[in-house]
């Protein structure tokens, strides 16, 4: 195949598979914990880092995941901690983030708007050898802690009181979520770009919400869809001259409609059998051959 030839298309399609599986692993924890938007604000924050980057020399995708992580530690002790004045805070750190990223790249020998483009919306053509292997080893972490702390992850995410009482370090845990979060904000940012990546994290978890009941299943079948969705953008990036990320996202988008118009008739069929159940009348069985009368407890 013709993609497959070029060196640039193997580099982000190889990005695009661990930003698929990636952005949904961890995705599912922020929308259990109803932090759906944490991405987007990690990704303001991830610009300052960028900037710095850039100003340094540095590489900008590990720059990003270091001040994404001092970030996503601040918000999550503000949301901790902050009472009323908690959201003002978040949003000024949001909001510095970002203009302190675009000022220092504009202060940066190397860096233009091009450059901040790039990292706003992904780009295919920018993705290097240096991103893939940064990307790949950052990946393999927000794997490990995903999978590898799911039982943990979900009873922190699912109620903080009782997985408290139960012993779990809650703190730490809600921290780990937040560190993971950021790293995978800067896994994505080549591909996606970093005002997309929170949809990415949220919208195959949201579509597979639809036709599933257990954490596991919607666990498994939002990687498949992130995974899906990030090959087919990106392909069709390729061969359409569109920018990557907004494509990424509207075949996310197109998945999720797609899978709630399957699972609507689905779910109103179900309803509509509970409630023929019980309306149903109930049959009385005689006393003599109920299973209750048989053991004695």
Known sequence: MEILQTPFMQRALIAAVLVGITAPAVGIYLVQRRQALMGDGIG????????????????????ATLVSV??????????????????????????????????????????SNANLSTYLFGSLSTVSPADVTAISLLAAFVVLVTVGLRRQLFAVSQDEEFARVTGLPVRTLNLLIAVTAAVTVTVAMRVVGLLL???????????????????????VLAVVIGTAVTLAGTVTSYYQDVPPGATIVLIAIGVFVLLTAVASPLAARRARALRAADDAPDVDVPSARRPTDEVTV
């Open 197 to 219: 990546v929170s949809a990415l994290m949220v919208v195959p978890v949201a579509a597979a919400q639809q036709v599933t009941r257990s954490f596991v299943v919607t666990f």
């Open 44 to 63: 303001h924050v991830a610009m300052t880092g960028v900037g710095l980057g850039f100003l340094l020399s540095w590489s900008p995708v590990w720059v």
């Open 70 to 111: 001092a970030g996503a530690v601040t918000m999550e002790l503000i949301r901790a901690y902050g009472r009323t004045r908690g959201d003002i805070a978040l949003a000024m750190l949001f909001y510095g983030g970002m203009a302190g990223g675009v000022l220092l790249i504009n202060l940066a020998p190397n860096g």
